[in-house]
């Protein structure tokens, strides 16, 4: 059983960043790509990138690119996102998910979330 | 990038009755490459239903899920006690991946 453990909640002042950890355990770490999906209060979920760790390559949704990174420790089974130059609308609950893509000649292709983490609050308050 | 409307945004039923609950999408889903989530409050969404049709590791057989093209529906059954919920659709047939708005689906 694949487990998903996220670090704590965090609150942030505009203009900083924030790191947000998500261990994993019950599988092969590099078997699988994590995904980062956030979901502020009230709305639908919003896939932020992903990771594949066995070729330490991430994607991330235009939306967010220059600001967020997504790395992993393998030593650690542990895959990060940074989210800097946070904004109040930045404010939401953070999942980690295994993302169930497929590899084809083309690359990667990002899936559908069968594990989740249980969710990191990200608040961004003056 | 595809936005997908589900509706209605409530449902109110009684636990026994059918939901049936929509997810449109403003363009075609790659190889009907659409999952559903269930989600409670203070809880990381939940697979259900992943490449339209195909029930997750576990999810009960009252759980069902079709479509293609543009139209996708998810249907449960007879409900009970524990399905009042919010379900999203999600796509992932093109980047960026994405997700419905929600469909809450209350006790009557």
């Known amino acids: 059983q694949v487990q998903l453990v996220q670090s704590g909640s965090e609150m942030k002042k505009p203009g900083s960043s924030v790191k947000v950890s998500c261990q994993a355990s019950?599988?092969?770490?590099?078997?699988?790509?994590i995904s980062w999906v956030r979901q502020a209060p009230g709305q639908g979920p919003e896939w932020m990138g992903g990771?594949?760790?066995?070729?330490?390559?991430?994607n991330y949704a235009q939306k967010f690119q220059g600001r967020v990174t997504i790395t992993t420790d393998d030593s650690t089974s542990t895959a990060y996102m940074e989210l800097s130059s946070l904004r109040s609308e930045d404010t939401a609950v953070y999942y980690c998910?295994?993302?169930?893509?497929?590899?084809?000649?083309?690359?990667?292709?990002?899936?559908?979330?069968?594990?989740w983490g249980q969710g990191t609050l990200v608040t961004v308050s003056s | 990038d595809i936005v997908l409307t589900q509706s209605p945004g409530t449902l109110s039923l009684s636990p026994g009755e059918r939901a049936t609950l929509s997810c449109r999408a403003s363009?075609?889903?790659?190889?009907?490459?659409l999952a559903w989530y269930q989600q409670k409050p203070g809880q990381a969404p939940r697979l259900l239903i992943y490449?339209?049709?195909s029930r997750a590791t576990g999810i009960p057989d009252r759980f069902s899920g079709r479509g293609s093209g543009t139209d996708f529906t998810l249907t449960v059954s007879r409900l009970e006690p524990e399905d009042f919920a919010v379900y999203y659709c999600?796509?992932?047939?093109?980047?960026?991946?994405?997700f419905g708005q929600g469909t809450k689906v209350e006790i009557k």
């Open positions: 990771i594949i760790p066995l070729f330490r390559t991430a």
């Open positions: 998910a295994r993302d169930k893509g497929i590899h084809d000649s083309s690359g990667y292709h990002y899936g559908y979330f069968d594990y």
């Open positions: 490449g339209a049709s």
């Open positions: 999600q796509q992932y047939g093109s980047s960026p991946k994405t």
């Open positions: 019950g599988d092969t770490f590099s078997n699988y790509a």
């Open positions: 363009q075609s889903v790659r190889s009907s490459k």
